[in-house]
């Protein structure tokens, strides 16, 4: 299993641009969430997704959407890049094993927006 | 919502000696203390978890403590080694439907030979 993928591992933006960061795994995991990771602040957690067709905000959502049309993919968009979007953006998956998830995490995508 | 704090921000210890990061949180509810370790460049891995129901847990050199009653928790990490040397997060949850975790901001252990 490669786990969890994210494309690309870097990328630049420039002020009001869009993009969008790939993530699929391929575990057959129902959960699967996003998180940003700045310096010195850990990892926030901006949308997650229980299953296909089931996404909910997380606490740094905005300036975000994604959507989940199969169980193994989880886009992150990006519709107008802000400076303060420059981080490390990492996607996870899990699947509940006897009532925890552990979260297996892909390699992150590190985007710098000028 | 749920807050987790996290101390100190960067370890520095010898080959060999132990080292301890501790972790508090807010949510009394959170029943689900998972610890991650980050190498450069590289996601979060897992390397111990603890649940409320249970006071200590180990595995070969890495040990986890909670205390509920005072809401924290600490990882212990005995005879380091170079390869040890990572960023270390704790994370608190309510295990349930997607049981989302709250990290801490993370340590940086470096461990000198």
């Known amino acids: 299993n490669a786990g969890v993928t994210q494309t690309p591992k870097f990328r630049i933006l420039k002020i009001g641009q869009s993009m969008t960061l790939q993530c699929t795994q391929d575990?057959?995991?129902?959960?699967m969430y996003w998180y940003r990771q700045d310096p010195g602040m850990g990892l926030k957690l901006i949308y997650y997704?229980?299953?296909?067709?089931?996404?909910d905000k997380g606490e740094v959502p905005n300036g975000y959407n994604v959507s989940r049309s199969t169980t193994e993919d989880f886009p992150l968009r990006l519709e107008l890049a802000a400076p303060s979007q420059t981080s490390v953006y990492f996607c996870?998956?899990?699947?509940?094993?006897?009532?925890?998830?552990?979260?297996?995490f892909g390699p992150g995508t590190r985007l710098t927006v000028l | 919502g749920e807050n987790v704090e996290q101390h100190p921000s960067t370890l520095s210890v010898q080959e060999g000696d132990s080292a301890v990061i501790k972790c508090t949180y807010s949510?009394?509810?959170?029943?689900?203390f998972p610890w991650y370790k980050q190498e450069l460049g590289k996601g979060p891995q897992l390397i111990i978890d603890i649940r409320s129901n249970v006071g200590e847990k180990k595995d070969q050199r890495i040990a986890v403590t909670l205390n509920k009653t005072a809401k924290h928790f600490s990882l212990h990490i005995t005879e380091t080694q170079p390869e040890d040397s990572a960023v270390y997060f704790c994370?608190?949850?309510?295990?349930?439907?997607?049981?989302?975790?709250?990290f801490g901001t993370g340590t940086r252990l470096q461990v000198t030979l």
């Open positions: 575990m057959n995991h129902n959960y």
């Open positions: 994370a608190a949850s309510l295990t349930g439907t997607a049981s989302k975790l709250t």
């Open positions: 949510d009394s509810a959170s029943n689900y």
């Open positions: 996870a998956s899990s699947t509940r094993d006897r009532g925890i998830n552990e979260q297996f």
């Open positions: 997704s229980v299953g296909a067709g089931i996404t």
